[in-house]
C-alpha cells in the first residue's frame, strides 16, 4: 500500500485514547502511517463506521481515497455472499463469507448485518460494493416523487438519490449502474424503452459491467426471444449491440443470466424463464470470444444424477463464483436457506446453508455473488 499524503507521524497511543505528542510523555512512540492504516484496514465495514465518529482524525484517515482503495483491494480478495432481504420496514442487507470450491455441504452465517434502507422497492443492481434503487415513490424536498433512481452503499449505509433521466414517461426508464476502472469512476447509463437506429429495443433488469463495459440482454421486439446483447462502454459512452450467430438465435429462449466467464461475458440458458428444476438435464453457456466479430462459443454442462437427489425446489441461476463453479438458489426461501454449487470442473454438487436470515422465512431474498465491500462514502 503506498502511503497516506497526509502526516500522522505526531499520533500516538496512551491509555487506549488517542492524542498529540506534545501531552504525551517522552516515551511515548509515534505510531507510523501505514501501521495506523494496516490498523483499520482489518476492521470490518460496521466498525469502521464507528471509528469515523471517534474523532476528526480518525474520520478523515478512513475517508482518505488511499485507505478506501486499499479496503477495497483487500475486500476483492475475498469477496462475500450478500443478502437483500425485503420486509415491511425495508431492505435488509447481510452479507457472509462466500465458500469457494467448498468439498462438502456445509453451512455459514449471514451474520453481518450491514445497513437498513427504509426504500423497498426495485434493487436494479450491483457494481463495485454500491447498489443502484429504482424507488416508486419517495419523500424528497416536501414532495413525493415518482421512479427516482438512488445509488446506496450496504456497508456505509448511506444513499444518494440520483438525477432523474428527462423523459415524458413516468417509468420504462431502465437504469444501469457501471464502474469505469481506467478513471476510477461510477457511471449511471439510463434509456427508455425506445428505438434505437429504426429498431425497437425491449431490456431487461439483469446486467454486468465487466471491464468498464455494461452488458444486458435484449430483444428487437417486445416480448419475443432474447436476440441481442446491448453494450455500452462507460469511457466512450457509446452503445453498440452484439448479434447471436444463426445457430444461436434458433437456440435462444426468453431468459438469459448474465456472467463474467473468467472475464469474459457469459449468457447461462435455461429453457424456461430462467429458472432451473429436479427435471433438467442440462443447460448451456455460450461465451462470446469477439465482440466485433459476434463470435459466440457454446458449452454444454450435463447434470450428474446427484441433482436430482439434491434440488426438491424451483431454482433459480444466482451466477458464477470463480471460474467453474455456478450457484444455484431457491426462488421461495425454506428455512434453513440455502444455495447449491455445481463445478462445472469436476461435476460435482454442493449444498452450502445459510443460516441467521430465519426472521425472513417467507419474505423475498436475493442473493449476489462476489460481493466486495467498499467503505467509501458517497
Same mark, same amino acid.
Given at each position: 500500500m503506498k502511503p497516506l499524503q497526509k502526516n500522522f507521524s505526531d499520533m500516538t497511543i496512551s491509555g487506549g485514547v488517542t492524542e498529540s505528542t506534545s501531552t504525551l510523555d517522552r516515551n511515548s512512540l509515534p505510531i507510523p502511517d501505514e501501521v495506523i492504516a494496516e490498523i483499520f484496514s482489518r476492521l470490518s465495514s460496521e466498525s469502521i463506521a464507528r471509528c469515523r465518529c471517534v474523532c476528526k482524525l480518525w474520520s478523515s484517515i478512513l475517508a482518505h481515497q488511499d485507505f478506501t482503495e486499499s479496503f477495497l483491494t483487500k475486500s476483492r480478495a475475498r469477496p462475500q455472499l450478500l443478502f437483500a432481504c425485503d420486509a415491511f420496514t425495508g431492505t435488509f442487507f447481510f452479507s457472509s463469507a462466500q465458500p469457494e470450491n467448498p468439498k462438502e455441504n456445509s453451512y455459514v452465517v449471514a451474520s453481518n448485518h450491514l445497513a437498513r434502507f427504509s426504500i423497498s422497492d426495485e434493487l436494479c443492481g450491483c457494481t463495485n460494493?454500491?447498489?443502484?434503487?429504482?424507488?416508486?415513490?419517495?419523500?424528497?424536498?416536501?414532495?413525493?416523487? !415518482?421512479?427516482?433512481?438512488?445509488?446506496?452503499?450496504?456497508?456505509?449505509?448511506?444513499?444518494?438519490?440520483?438525477?432523474?433521466?428527462?423523459?415524458?414517461?413516468?417509468?420504462?426508464?431502465?437504469?444501469?449502474?457501471?464502474?469505469?476502472?481506467?478513471?476510477?469512476?461510477?457511471?449511471?447509463?439510463?434509456?427508455?424503452?425506445?428505438?434505437?437506429?429504426?429498431?425497437?429495443?425491449?431490456?431487461?433488469?439483469q446486467w454486468i459491467c465487466i471491464s468498464g463495459v455494461i452488458y444486458y440482454a435484449a430483444s428487437s421486439h417486445s416480448y419475443s426471444l432474447i436476440s441481442m446483447v446491448a453494450c455500452f462502454d462507460l469511457r466512450s459512452e457509446k452503445l453498440s449491440f452484439i448479434k447471436f450467430?444463426?445457430?444461436?438465435?434458433?437456440?435462444?429462449?426468453?431468459?438469459?443470466?448474465?456472467?463474467?466467464?473468467?472475464?469474459?461475458?457469459?449468457?447461462?440458458?435455461?429453457?424456461?424463464?430462467?429458472?432451473?428444476?429436479?427435471?433438467?438435464?442440462?443447460?448451456?453457456?455460450?461465451?462470446?470470444?469477439?465482440?466485433?466479430?459476434?463470435?459466440?462459443?457454446?458449452?454444454?454442462?450435463?447434470?450428474?444424477?446427484?441433482?436430482?437427489?439434491?434440488?426438491?425446489?424451483?431454482?433459480?441461476?444466482?451466477?458464477?463464483?470463480?471460474?467453474?463453479?455456478?450457484?444455484?438458489?431457491?426462488?421461495?426461501?425454506?428455512?434453513?436457506?440455502?444455495?447449491?454449487?455445481?463445478?462445472v470442473e469436476s461435476k460435482t454438487?454442493?449444498?452450502?446453508?445459510?443460516?441467521?436470515?430465519?426472521?425472513?422465512?417467507?419474505?423475498?431474498?436475493?442473493?449476489? !455473488?462476489?460481493y466486495v465491500e467498499n467503505v467509501k462514502l458517497l
Open positions: 460494493g454500491f447498489f443502484l434503487y429504482v424507488s416508486k415513490m419517495i419523500w424528497i424536498q416536501n414532495e413525493f416523487q !415518482l421512479y427516482v433512481p438512488l445509488m446506496c452503499n450496504p456497508s456505509t449505509g448511506q444513499f444518494l438519490t440520483l438525477p432523474k433521466l428527462k423523459s415524458g414517461k413516468s417509468c420504462g426508464v431502465e437504469n444501469y449502474l457501471g464502474y469505469e476502472p481506467i478513471a476510477n469512476e461510477l457511471k449511471v447509463f439510463s434509456m427508455e424503452l425506445s428505438r434505437v437506429n429504426g429498431v425497437l429495443i425491449s431490456v431487461e433488469h450467430m444463426e445457430t444461436f438465435s434458433k437456440e435462444m429462449h426468453h431468459s438469459a443470466t448474465i456472467v463474467n466467464y473468467n472475464g469474459k461475458l457469459g449468457l447461462l440458458m435455461s429453457r424456461d424463464y430462467g429458472l432451473v428444476h429436479r427435471a433438467n438435464a442440462s443447460f448451456e453457456l455460450w461465451v462470446l470470444q469477439d465482440a466485433a466479430k459476434h463470435e459466440w462459443s457454446k458449452l454444454v454442462f450435463v447434470l450428474p444424477p446427484l441433482w436430482k437427489d439434491v434440488v426438491v425446489d424451483t431454482m433459480c441461476i444466482s451466477g458464477m463464483v470463480g471460474t467453474n463453479e455456478i450457484v444455484f438458489s431457491p426462488i421461495y426461501q425454506r428455512d434453513p436457506f440455502y444455495v447449491i454449487y455445481y463445478n454438487i454442493t449444498k452450502i446453508g445459510i443460516q441467521g436470515l430465519e426472521a425472513f422465512q417467507g419474505k423475498s431474498l436475493n442473493i449476489y !455473488l462476489n
